[in-house]
């Protein structure tokens, strides 16, 4: 005969496994509810502005049972997604390619650059908070960009791993080379410094392949020099007036549905407190509209 201390232990031991079994595939379910959702508004963008929409949003995204966040950046594996979308598109379909990035690889961002380049038909680059370092490389290679009014853009100075792990600017280390002179310097520095003179070298031939035929030809190696010389801090930010005023041609006028989409990609909650406000224009309670209509 069973006893009821029997039963409630079996039922207690039932709702502990459905309890663990529910935490394990919520985050699941969650993230491909978010990104059904995510399609669904790239498809209703796609008809109504005429592109194909491809995205590479960077973010850190809560992911598995403990909410872990990763950090993402341009990589290989972006650039061969970006490539396989921008390969299967059709030659004469627009492009429409919104970013959100902090940078990375010089190579996949310089692949995806490219791609983008050659695509036969239109091509533009919505930005619609910042797009540093690779992604500036990105949005320079397209035949428009569209920016928030207060989105930003970042230098293209190339950044190098020292011995000691800790990336450095290109254009620092030729400079300290300079002004200590090579004869003060120690081997593996040199090697730096000779490295670091060809990173800087490649990248202004990559920023001046992106800008003939898109700014005045006089003008080409002045912005060359503005964006890879290290005139600024790397997450120094560049504003569209600062592009306008380079001769960089720039738009404002970000499609709404773009905001909407970034809001379907989730940042990773940290212990900070949220930002928090009030929706405007503010709804009405539905008791305040009844007694102002008497």
């Given at each position: 005969?069973?006893?009821?201390?029997?039963?409630?232990?079996?039922?207690?031991?039932?709702?502990?496994?459905?309890?663990?079994?529910?935490?394990?595939?919520?985050?699941?379910?969650?993230?491909?509810?978010?990104?059904?959702?995510?399609?669904r508004?790239?498809?209703?963008?796609?008809?109504?502005?005429?592109?194909?929409?491809?995205?590479?949003?960077?973010?850190?995204?809560?992911?598995?049972?403990?909410?872990?966040?990763?950090?993402?950046?341009?990589?290989?594996?972006?650039?061969?997604?970006?490539?396989?979308?921008?390969?299967?598109?059709?030659?004469?379909?627009?492009?429409?390619?919104?970013?959100?990035?902090?940078?990375?690889?010089?190579?996949?961002?310089?692949?995806?650059?490219?791609?983008?380049?050659?695509?036969?038909?239109?091509?533009?680059?919505?930005?619609?908070?910042?797009?540093?370092?690779?992604?500036?490389?990105?949005?320079?290679?397209?035949?428009?960009?569209?920016?928030?009014?207060?989105?930003?853009?970042?230098?293209?100075?190339?950044?190098?791993?020292g011995?000691?792990?800790?990336?450095?600017?290109?254009?620092?280390?030729?400079?300290?080379?300079?002004?200590?002179?090579?004869?003060?310097?120690?081997?593996?520095?040199?090697?730096?410094?000779?490295?670091?003179?060809?990173?800087?070298?490649?990248?202004?031939?990559?920023?001046?392949?992106?800008?003939?035929?898109?700014v005045?030809?006089?003008?080409?190696?002045?912005?060359?020099?503005?964006?890879?010389?290290?005139?600024?801090?790397?997450?120094?930010?560049?504003?569209?007036?600062?592009?306008?005023?380079?001769?960089?041609?720039?738009?404002?006028?970000?499609?709404?549905?773009?905001?909407?989409?970034?809001?379907l990609?989730?940042?990773?909650?940290?212990?900070?407190?949220?930002?928090?406000?009030?929706?405007?224009?503010?709804?009405?309670?539905?008791?305040?509209s009844e007694?102002?209509?008497?």
């Amino acid at each position: 005969m069973v006893s009821e201390v029997d039963i409630i232990n079996t039922l207690l031991g039932f709702l502990f496994w459905f309890i663990l079994l529910f935490a394990i595939l919520s985050p699941y379910l969650s993230l491909r509810s978010v990104r059904v959702a995510r399609l669904r508004l790239m498809s209703l963008i796609e008809r109504k502005y005429g592109y194909r929409v491809i995205t590479m949003i960077h973010r850190q995204e809560k992911v598995g049972l403990f909410g872990i966040p990763i950090h993402r950046y341009i990589d290989i594996e972006d650039s061969e997604a970006v490539i396989r979308a921008i390969r299967t598109t059709p030659k004469n379909k627009p492009i429409m390619f919104v970013i959100h990035t902090p940078g990375g690889l010089v190579l996949a961002a310089s692949q995806i650059a490219r791609a983008l380049k050659d695509h036969p038909a239109k091509t533009v680059v919505v930005v619609p908070h910042y797009a540093m370092s690779g992604g500036t490389l990105i949005a320079l290679a397209a035949d428009e960009i569209i920016m928030d009014p207060h989105a930003t853009l970042g230098p293209l100075d190339p950044q190098l791993m020292g011995p000691n792990g800790i990336y450095m600017p290109a254009p620092s280390v030729v400079k300290a080379v300079q002004l200590k002179g090579v004869d003060k310097v120690s081997d593996t520095t040199l090697i730096l410094a000779d490295v670091a003179e060809k990173a800087l070298n490649q990248m202004k031939a990559l920023v001046r392949e992106f800008l003939e035929g898109k700014v005045p030809e006089d003008r080409v190696d002045e912005i060359v020099e503005e964006l890879v010389s290290g005139k600024y801090t790397h997450d120094y930010p560049i504003t569209v007036d600062t592009l306008k005023k380079w001769g960089i041609p720039v738009k404002t006028d970000v499609p709404p549905e773009i905001y909407e989409l970034m809001e379907l990609y989730p940042q990773a909650r940290s212990s900070r407190p949220n930002i928090e406000y009030l929706p405007y224009p503010i709804p009405t309670p539905r008791g305040d509209s009844e007694r102002r209509t008497r």
